[in-house]
């Protein structure tokens, strides 16, 4: 692709964090993503964006300058009120365009990776998946961008030297937030939505938000996930009272999943989701490679197992030999007991 | 209706070698099969083809010996392959794959859907997909996990979110990526197998394509692998915990406690 000369580089400045909305609401990963673009902003001396696309955001303005961002950009129209991707990046381009950020962030998830791919190929940008790690080069000025390869394996450290503006996802609870300052005030920008941005290519007929689960996967700090040993979905029930007793989520093994035990969504790793919480409890989970690509880099691995010689076993910080069954329910009773 | 399936053929194992100059992936030398995902979207291909009636055709960019997913796929029931390759096309990274793809898309021609795996297992970007569609400048709909409507003018699909999922409909031509949940792919019979053999599968170069050669390759792409290490280390020790459940409960849960993590 054609680079951007030196003299087109330069005129883009300014630090964006893309908000992740749900239900007009500003999702906490956004508070995140907002911490680690401070710092990035500091050391470029340049000002810190915060771009919000949805129906009802501009009641956000105010966390989003509690949070640290200088500018909130705001783009607040009821045909946002459902994920049209295609709508997010026409708009998203357009913004671009007007205001050229150097760099641009946004979250690692479903609908940050839906859109910004777009949005990146259609601005002629660089744009790394899923990083861990965001800085500046003292040299260059680039920005660099660390992620995961194969699994979690191996961790490659990507620049975009030639095109503006530099474009990364980051998974969620991989950054920190700044504490909310009330006190902290910024300046607001309102834009629209052009005629034959929104709709053009789908509509969205239905959304349905999982009440039953209200920690996802992705956002949860404590995640216990069950494999081939919970036997069973009764054995799951056992589980989610551990998970709903230190608020997280369940995940599961693709073992339990195939066999109808827990739904696809709750899948932890190659065929499901990467997770990256503080604490994982893994119950009856041997640790086939492809489940442990999914989960290594949690903080803090719990195994609970009957087999004392398992790879989950092995990799665990902590290892418990015994029965799910007897464990987990004398762990509610421990837990209880303050 | 014609349908493209891209396929991406991917290190079966885990055990990656980055080559020292590119730090790119080094696959020559290591069993390469088809990337999981994508047997999902060829078989919903394949049910799209039963049901309304449809052309099928499997694609992938790869090294001459990729031609081995495109014949999986046949044997499953696409009804041609085409590969693309070219050293032109060596260290492209998502946005010049995309370009490239998008190219081959516009070779075949009337192409109405192109279905891909949500990502590859190696890569595990998602970014190929929607940049297909950004670089046809077509719809998307990425995780999905149903298409319960099929007919000739659009469809509805359901998009998987962390936080439940929505519906939407579309209408074609569109590119959609998908998740597992979407259906169970068939297991390829001996005869499809051994047919699938015999097929002429079509090496098309980045001139064939009409590709633009300042948009592929590693000068064509706009990231940069600078550095590659291991990633930090895990663990030093396993802290083993043995006993009655009682006692396991209670030295887990001060274990826990201790380190401020319930």
Known sequence: MLANTPALRAEYRNVWVVAEVSGGKVQ???????GAARRLADARSCELWCVALGDGVSKETAAIHGYGADVALIVDDSRLARFDDEAEAAALVRLIGKYRPEILVCAATTRGRALIPRVAVTSNSGLTADCTGLAIDPESGDLLQTRPAFGGNIMATIRSANHRPQMATVRPRVMNALDFDPARKGQSISEGLLEGESGAFKTVLEVFHDEENPV??????????GGRGVKGAEG??????????????????RAAVDSGWVPYNHQVGQTGQTVQATVYVACGIS???????????????VAIDKNPDT???????????GDLYEIIPAMLAELART | MKIVVCIKQVPATSDAKIDPETKRIVREGIKAVTNPFDAYALEEAVRIKERLGAEVIALTMGPPRADMVLREAIAVGADRGILLSDRAF???????TSYALSKAVERIGGVDLVLCGKQAIDGDTAQVGPGIAAQLGWAQATYVMAMPQVDEGSFTAKRMHEDGWDLCRIAFPAVVTVVKDLNQPRIPTLKGRLAAQKVEIPTWTAADVGADLSKIGLDGSPTRVVKTEPPPARNKETLRIEGSAADCAAALVRELRQKSLV
């Open chain 1, 28 to 34: 906490k990963v956004t508070w995140e993503l907002l």
């Open chain 1, 311 to 321: 790879p989950m076993m092995r990799l665990a910080d902590a290892a418990v030999v």
């Open chain 2, 90 to 96: 060596g260290g492209s990274d998502t946005w010049a």
């Open chain 1, 216 to 225: 996802n996967l992705s956002d949860a700090r404590f995640i216990v996930a």
């Open chain 1, 287 to 301: 640790g086939q490679i492809q489940h442990l690509v999914g989960m290594q880099s949690c903080d803090y691995i």
């Open chain 1, 236 to 253: 799951f029930k056992l589980l989610r009272k551990l998970a709903d007793a230190v608020g997280g989520a369940v995940g599961a093994s």
